[in-house]
């Protein structure tokens, strides 16, 4: 999916490129990488003694090589193959399979928009777990993701996913599409929205209490330019989501070109 970005050409290395890696060079890039502490942020997040925090800091992080200069992420232009594709793939033995179905691209980020896409992830899990495992008995587990982001460049990401059995790989597909395709043409239903607010909340209210939510909205504030105090509305926002929500952004960015992945195993 990477093979126009240098970076991933040749990601996984074989004994003619570790002869000719330059070691050199990566310990230079290393000691570049850590020449200005200045260009760092840091958080401390947890139950702490504000005065001690200003000594440790004074002592350990303001004696750091610093120099007046900042960085800023850059779009380099590299992504990922477009067009409607299908990828098989046969490696193993063993009789099971697994499937990735992707759709992705470039687009203004919208906070209202992230906030639909990660609930239509959800909201179709919801769907997929009832046809798919239950229903179907096609798969043990199966899930849907959708993002957006701003760095380096605006774009969206949305998967589905799920082991099966080999025989079952293109029927289970279709079955995953169509329960898309349901959500694209008619919305959600009312009660799966209703599932996914109530999950949702519950998330919320055990991870507002876990240092690691707070150091994640700190590094997710700082990255996008947004207001780490947002975490404080995350329950009015998650109320605020509507069926018709969801369904636009599905119409919008799933109606496009698919990545399509299958692992099968090895033809005997």
């Known amino acids: 999916m990477n093979k126009e970005n240098p970076r991933f050409n040749g990601l996984i290395p074989n004994e003619k490129t570790w002869g000719e890696t330059d070691y050199t060079l990566a310990y230079n890039k290393y000691k570049e990488r850590f020449a200005n502490a200045g260009d760092f ?3 401390f997040v947890g139950n702490v003694d504000d005065k001690t925090m200003e000594t440790y800091a004074a002592k350990y992080l303001a004696s750091l090589p610093s120099m007046d200069k900042k960085e ?11 067009g409607d594709l299908k990828k098989v ?21 919208s906070d209202k928009e992230a906030a639909a896409m990660e609930a239509l992830g959800e909201v179709l899990s919801i769907k997929l777990i009832e046809e798919l495992r239950e229903n179907e008995s096609g798969v043990y587990g199966i899930s849907a993701r959708g993002s957006m982001n701003k760095v380096p460049n605006g774009s969206y990401s949305f998967s589905i996913g799920f ?3 080999p025989e079952n790989t293109e029927k289970l597909t279709a079955s995953a599409l169509k329960e898309l395709q349901k ?7 009312a009660k799966d929205v209703v599932k996914f607010k109530e999950a949702e909340l519950l998330d919320y209210k055990k991870n507002i209490k876990d240092n690691r939510y707070w150091l994640s909205n700190f590094t997710k504030s ?47």
């Open 222 to 268: 700082f990255v996008n330019g947004t207001n780490p105090a947002e975490i404080l509305q995350t329950e009015e926002k998650i109320s605020e989501i509507t069926a018709k929500d969801i369904q636009n952004v599905a119409k919008k960015y799933l109606t496009k070109d698919k990545v399509i992945g299958m692992l099968m195993p090895e033809k005997s």
């Open 163 to 165: 082991p099966c059995g």
């Open 183 to 189: 959500i694209i043409d008619n919305g959600p239903e």
């Open 72 to 82: 800023k992420a850059t779009d380099l232009g590299y992504r990922m193959l477009k």
């Open 41 to 43: 942020e840091f958080y």
């Open 89 to 109: 793939v046969d490696k193993g033995t063993d009789p099971k399979s697994s499937v990735t179905i992707m759709y992705y691209g470039d687009a203004v980020y």
